[in-house]
């Protein structure tokens, strides 16, 4: 990755950092997850409406760093209107890339998830990274134990 891609996908996150998208609660109807990640401290919360097998809304609360709320912010728009499966498909893009594994995938593959590809350096924040995801996986199966990374 060049300087200028790195600098321009820190631009990114700490914009959704700063003004997070879809950052409110849902009503009881939501299907909703509590994740934590002592490691750096982060928490999160997330809301998913279900209509069948598919996302119609997805929102989260919480307080952390600036890389798990990033990506939080860009999970939830990411989320909205995919099946279930699809879900999935796009939580093992985004595993693969912050672990490293997917340096090189085709950036219109990966979208707007591109802007965490520089998170594979820092495996320290894996873990801000993937919460909100590991979270979201949560509130789909309906599980009602709060989810950890450690
Ligand atoms: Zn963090």
């Not at 200028?4 to 997850?33: C, T």
């Not at 590991?134 to 134990?145: D, V």
Request: glycine share 8%; hydrophobic share 35%.
């Amino acid at each position: 990755m060049n300087d200028e891609l790195r600098e321009l996908y820190q631009d990114v996150i700490i914009e959704h950092s700063k003004r997070p998208r879809n950052f409110h609660p849902m009503g009881d109807a939501a299907q909703r997850a509590e994740g934590y990640n002592p490691l750096c401290g982060d928490t999160v919360t997330v809301y998913l409406t279900l209509d069948g097998d598919i996302v119609r809304d997805a929102s989260f609360q919480g307080h952390g760093c600036a890389i798990s709320t990033a990506s939080a912010s860009v999970m939830t728009e990411l989320l909205k209107g995919k099946t279930r499966a699809q879900a999935e498909q796009i939580f093992q893009t985004f595993h693969d890339l912050v672990t490293g594994k997917a340096q090189d995938a085709d950036p219109d593959r990966l979208g707007k998830l591109a802007v965490f590809a520089g998170v594979g350096e820092f495996p320290a924040r894996v873990k801000c990274a993937t919460l909100c995801w590991h979270t979201a996986r949560a509130a789909l199966e309906g599980k009602e134990e709060p989810v950890s990374t450690e």
